[in-house]
């Protein structure tokens, strides 16, 4: 499994931002899909998370302004960033868990958010 981030950038506080992921490769033993982050100095942490039937899950820090989304068709999972904070900054990584246990990564994608 392949995955490739893209929509990272600088935005000022309280803008919006849209990530997205495409997964190629065995992309059908995908369970779940995910964001994470990590800030300069500070461990990787879970965003939120998308799983096969669409049940979703969120970091509190984010709950109510971001949207985890995924398409079949396209295999892509998107998050949605409304009302960044300049604490959302940090580097965003997406991952796939497959049926079979496994964890793939994808590269960070940057998002800065100025005050």
């Known amino acids: 499994v392949q995955l490739q981030a893209s929509g990272g950038g600088l935005v000022q506080a309280g803008g919006s931002l849209r990530l997205s992921c495409a997964a190629s490769?065995?992309?059908?033993?995908?369970?779940?899909l995910g964001w994470y982050r990590q800030a300069p100095g500070k461990q990787r942490e879970l965003v939120a998370t998308?799983?096969?039937?669409?049940?979703?899950n969120y970091a509190e820090s984010v709950k109510g302004r971001f949207t985890i989304s995924r398409d079949y068709a396209k295999n892509t999972v998107d998050l949605q960033m409304n009302s960044l904070k300049p604490e959302d900054t940090a580097d965003y990584f997406c991952?796939?868990?497959?049926?079979?246990?496994?964890?793939?990564w994808g590269k960070g994608t940057l998002v800065t958010v100025s005050s």
């Open positions: 490769g065995r992309s059908a033993v995908i369970n779940v």
């Open positions: 991952n796939a868990a497959t049926i079979y246990g496994n964890s793939y």
């Open positions: 998308i799983t096969k039937s669409d049940v979703t």
